[in-house]
T-cell receptor, first 114, second 116 residues
């Protein structure tokens, strides 16, 4: 069964600090891994996407890493801002029967405090 | 470019009542997804359409949930009858294709359902 596990479940950090969120997956066959940001009351928005051959992808202050051998990914947020407060969801995709199938993690809820 | 539209944004019903949600995907997007997101959890796929055909509905509780995508554009998700555990946010997403390269899912704002 395809699964995506994230840690920690929740995190509180001070504004300006860095943090790292973790994602472990057992999805096969692997196609790509995305990190989404979901603000309260809104739908998820894609931050980064990485395929099997990519091990790092940056989007501003967000840097995602992927180790396809250990099936782990991390999302590093640099110099956090209050607007980074949100849930961050790791999503792993596979292709089956010609169609993309996605498996969502449960998310990490990040709160940035002044 | 207009995003994914959903309505209503909020709905409160009593258990055993029926409810329907509507989704209008981004123009030209062939794939449409309905997700159920219970508070504190990640989204769970209910059904995936490719144009007007169903690709995956393995996690759709078919005894009470139904969905259709007429003409491969708009979609409706219905719950009949609703149970207390159906209280959740129902997210609709669309993506342009599902072939051999990854594509991004674009999510609507969701419909927040409360069953009393």
């Amino acid at each position: 069964k395809n699964q995506v596990e994230q840690s920690p479940q929740s995190l509180i950090i001070l504004e300006g600090k860095n943090c790292t969120l973790q994602c472990n997956y057992t999805v096969s066959p692997f196609s790509n891994l995305r990190w989404y940001k979901q603000d309260t009351g809104r739908g998820p928005v894609s931050l980064t996407i990485m395929t099997f051959s990519e091990n790092t992808k940056s989007n501003g202050r967000y840097t995602a890493t992927l180790d396809a051998d250990t099936k782990q990914s991390s999302l590093h947020i640099t110099a956090s801002q209050l607007s980074d407060s949100a849930s961050y969801i790791c999503v792993v995709s596979s292709f089956s029967g010609g169609y993309q199938k996605v498996t969502f993690g449960t998310g990490t809820k990040l709160q940035v405090i002044p | 470019e207009a995003g994914v539209a959903q309505s209503p944004r909020y709905k409160i019903i009593e258990k055993r009542q029926s409810v329907a949600f509507w989704c209008n995907p981004i123009s030209g997007h062939a794939t449409l997804y309905w997700y159920q997101q219970i508070l504190g959890q990640g989204p769970k796929l209910l059904i995936q359409f490719q144009n007007n055909g169903v690709v995956d509905d393995s996690q759709l509780p078919k005894d009470r949930f139904s969905a259709e995508r007429l003409k491969g554009v708009d979609s409706t998700l219905k719950i009949q009858p609703a149970k207390l555990e159906d209280s959740a946010v129902y997210l609709c997403a669309s993506s342009p294709r599902t072939y051999d390269r990854p594509e991004t899912q674009y999510f609507g704002p969701g419909t927040r359902l409360l069953v009393l």
